[in-house]
Nanobody, 127 residues
Framework: QVQLVESGGGLVQAGGSLRLSCAAS????????MGWFRQAPGKERDFVAA????????NYADSVKGRFTISRDNAKNTVYLQMSSLKPEDTAVYYC????????????????????WGQGTQVTVSS
């Protein structure tokens, strides 16, 4: 069992930046590939970014490429999502997720590949 707790959400103006954090506990953090998803009101939960267990590879949704950066610190059991040049359409609840995988260099982009989820943190971008 892994517990995930997101933080760092809030209200920001368009063009601004935020950094989300997701702290994990309960199992060796390095055993999990990690991902960020988001869900806007009335919409499905969408993939945002993913990082491999080792941190050696990352993947991003086209809508955030060049603006968001995912990273992890295995010593601190934490994954981050640095968000820059934020747009009103980035407004959503952001969730981190953990994928229990045997492969150290792979990332997961599908919702169904993840085993554990956090409760989410709200990000609101005003125009």
């Amino acid at each position: 069992q892994v517990q995930l707790v997101e933080s760092g959400g809030g209200l920001v103006q368009a063009g601004g930046s935020l950094r989300l954090s997701c702290a994990a506990s309960g199992r060796p953090f390095s055993n999990y590939a990690m991902g960020w998803f988001r869900q806007a009101p009335g919409k499905e939960r969408d993939f945002v970014a993913a990082i491999a267990r080792s941190g050696s590879s990352t993947n991003y949704a086209d809508s955030v490429k060049g603006r968001f950066t995912i990273s992890r610190d295995n010593a601190k059991n934490t994954v981050y999502l640095q968000m820059s040049s934020l747009k009103p359409e980035d407004t959503a609840v952001y969730y981190c997720a953990a994928d229990r995988t045997l492969f150290s260099g792979t990332t997961a982009m599908r919702h169904s590949e993840y085993d554990y989820w956090g409760q989410g943190t709200q990000v609101t971008v005003s125009s």
